[in-house]
């Protein structure tokens, strides 16, 4: 637990200076900043070598923090959030307090309440939502353990976190396009 809330401490320092951290996810290593951070949002696409016209998702604690991220949240939302048995990235209609480039073109962000203990913990503190995007540079395939990540990422973030991930079998999450008009679309299962 000592270990925990040093890494949550460490984080939080970071993020709150528009720093980028690379920290287990309840899906794959993750490289995550301020989701509100329009400047550290840039850094990660510039770190990625990717287009901002590709979205990234965030990362909440709770519903309570996902019903302040967007404007609307379906009904459907929370009962795929209940029922899904592995972690489930919804992306919904108009965001909001978000940064900008954070958002996609069709204005919809992809979100996902945090599942594994160590997210949760860290995104509660830290009171807002965090970027969560596959610690690769863009094109190249996703890490599925830490060995696997490129020097240049481990290199390119401000703070690495020193615990394991929960998880052992790390895949990325499932997708599912939920839009107002009622509409679901599942875009990576």
């Not at 509100?36 to 016209?53: F, M």
């Not at 019903?67 to 992306?91: C, F, G, N």
Request: proline residues 5%; charged residues 25%; hydrophobic residues 40%.
């Amino acid at each position: 637990m000592q270990n925990l809330n040093t890494e949550i401490n460490k984080c939080i320092e970071v993020l709150q200076n528009g720093g980028l951290i690379l920290y287990p996810t309840d899906t794959v290593w993750g490289i995550g900043c301020d989701a509100t951070n329009e400047v550290a949002v840039q850094k990660i696409y510039d770190l990625k070598q990717r287009k901002d016209s590709k979205a990234l998702i965030c990362l909440v604690a709770n519903d309570a923090m996902l019903e302040r991220t967007i404007e609307e949240v379906p009904e459907v939302a929370y009962d795929i959030i209940d029922l899904s048995t592995k972690p489930t990235t919804i992306i919904y209609d108009k965001p909001k307090g978000v940064a900008k480039n954070l958002v996609a073109a069709d204005n919809t962000l992809g979100v996902r309440v945090a599942s594994d203990k160590f997210c949760r913990y860290l995104i509660n503190k830290f009171k807002k939502p965090i970027v969560s995007t596959s610690s690769n540079i863009s094109g190249r395939p996703t890490p599925k353990s830490f060995d696997e990540i490129d020097a240049v990422i481990l290199k390119g973030v401000d703070y690495v976190v020193n615990l394991q991930p929960e998880q052992k079998s790390a895949v990325p999450s499932a997708i599912i396009k939920l839009s107002n008009d009622g509409t679901v679309k599942v875009i990576r299962h």
